[in-house]
């Protein structure tokens, strides 16, 4: 079975002034890091009004990706920051044949399918620049789940030919700057999106200066957006590293005040040059998280993300350091606040929630972090 998806016609000149952005459902792709799609479904959920998750699955241990249907303007959607890309849903088959048949398929969906062209329509809505103009340049991006008899490029070049047949337009195959049209497989099924974002949703303009293990901008604003962010928020992160989780809490709505601060001088100096002049009132310190100064039950939310024991310190570290943290994080959170950290070292991060009565987990969540298992943890303090 294919499925082809549509999209009511849409106005000959759509970016004119005073010109209305389309009302027609239309069926999204939000692409995340692993694991962190059902955060991000969360987020589409509350912030894009009307909009309905159709279903969330992982793309092995590269992506997680959240599909919605939704009405309003397309633009909406590139404003979520818990995901990483926003693709428009083309074609999708669910019974693509075994083998190398499989192949001849595929060239057909991209020949055939009209949601290709309403999907590249809609991308335009967004960017009139986007593909050139004259012939439309594009490019193919391929990838497969599990194991197929031929190479991921087969699938790739199957679908570039599938497109340059397309009558619709004139096409020309290009390795950047054109429209992207991606394939993603999975045994017995494929999916054809075209890509709304561009590289600025994922690795946004703010960050001037970076950090090893420093986390991605989309995880650092799952992690502020799972503390229930308020506008009268005190949000603390007492290992701040870059900033990128203060500088992500700064855009996911009003605040009374952030706080950040970090034990190593050099991520201090890090965290104050990315955030320069912007996010007031905000301050930065040099600091040990295991004792903070700050009064008790000051901060109404803390998001952190924590040494793994790899890059950043080491397991055996980590069995003092955590829960010396959690103590001093109890004692400077407001009963009923919420307490959000990511952690590759699993193990420690359990037994140190486990042995402090202050705070309560309620969500887990398990993700992948350039390649390693970890886990987002939520919990409440009593």
Known sequence: MSVIYSAAPINADPMAKGAAMPSTRHIYIAQT??????????EIAQRLDGAHILDLRPVADKNGMVRFAYAGDPRDPLTLRTVEDIFVAAAETRDLAPGFAALRQLEHLATTAPGIERAIRLVRLVDPRRGGEGRIHYRVVARQ??????????????????????????????????????????PGEALLMVRLSDERMRHRTYK??????????????????????HDDDVFLDPMCGAGTILIERAHLGR??????????????????ANIGSRYQPISIHEWDARHLPLDAGSVTALAVNLPFGAQ?????????????????????????????ALSGDVRTLGD???????LVQRET??????????????????
């Open 33 to 42: 890091q692993p694991g962190f799609e059902a955060i991000a479904a969360t």
């Open 255 to 272: 605040y009374r005040a952030l706080i950040g601060g970090d034990v190593d001088p050099e991520a201090v100096a890090t965290a104050r």
């Open 352 to 358: 140190a929630l486990r042995r402090n009565n202050r």
């Open 312 to 340: 950043v310190g080491s397991v055996e570290e980590n069995r003092d350091l955590y829960p010396t943290f959690l103590r001093e994080a109890a004692r400077v959170l407001r009963p009923g606040a919420r307490f959000v």
């Open 145 to 186: 789940v599990g194991r197929a008899p031929y190479r991921r490029v087969d699938a790739q070049i199957a679908v570039e030919r599938g497109i340059a047949a397309r009558p619709d337009h004139r096409w020309r195959l290009s390795a950047d700057g054109g429209i992207e049209i991606w394939l993603t497989q999975w």
């Open 208 to 229: 001037v200066e970076h950090l090893p293990a420093s986390l991605r901008p989309a995880a650092a604003a799952a992690l502020g957006w799972l503390t229930s962010p």
């Open 365 to 382: 969540y398990p993700v992948i972090i350039l390649g390693r298992r970890a886990v987002v943890v939520v919990a409440e303090r009593v």
